[in-house]
Each structure stands twice: as structure tokens, then as C-alpha cells.
């Protein structure tokens, strides 16, 4: 799972899965989930996200992690 957040357009994604997006719902104003081709969800999208959401800081509850890059 990756998160990116692009400062130019206020989006933040979540990619939550390697495979390939084939279908795209908007489920509320400026938010996209995104689906392969068997139907499961690989990644959101959501526009404006330093108004829609709390960007400062992230939490990771109990998440069992391998390995982990953190970049700013």
C-alpha cells in the first residue's frame, strides 16, 4: 500500500494494490475509488484533500510491515 499526496493538485492516493485500474467510481464529491478487473477496490483518490482531510499527521495502528520506506 502507498500513499502519495501531490501538492500541485491537492490529491492525495491511496494505492492499495499492484494491479490495474479498469473502472473508476466517484462515490462523493472529489472522491474516486478505483477497481480491477475482478471488482476490487485498488486504489482512492481524493481531490482536495488538505480541506477534506487532516494531512499533519498519520497514525498506523498495528499494520504488520515487512519492510517500510518513509520519504517526505
Known amino acids: ?9 491537492d490529491s ?3 494505492d492499495l494494490s499492484s494491479k490495474t485500474s479498469i473502472d473508476s467510481v466517484e462515490v462523493s464529491e472529489g472522491v474516486v475509488i478505483d477497481y480491477d478487473e475482478q471488482g476490487n477496490v485498488v486504489g482512492i483518490d481524493i481531490d482536495n484533500a488538505s480541506i477534506k482531510l487532516d494531512l499533519t499527521e498519520l497514525i498506523i495502528n498495528r499494520i504488520p510491515v515487512i519492510s517500510h520506506k518513509i520519504s517526505a
Open 1 to 9: 500500500m502507498k500513499l502519495n499526496y501531490y501538492k500541485d493538485t
Open 12 to 14: 492525495l492516493y491511496l
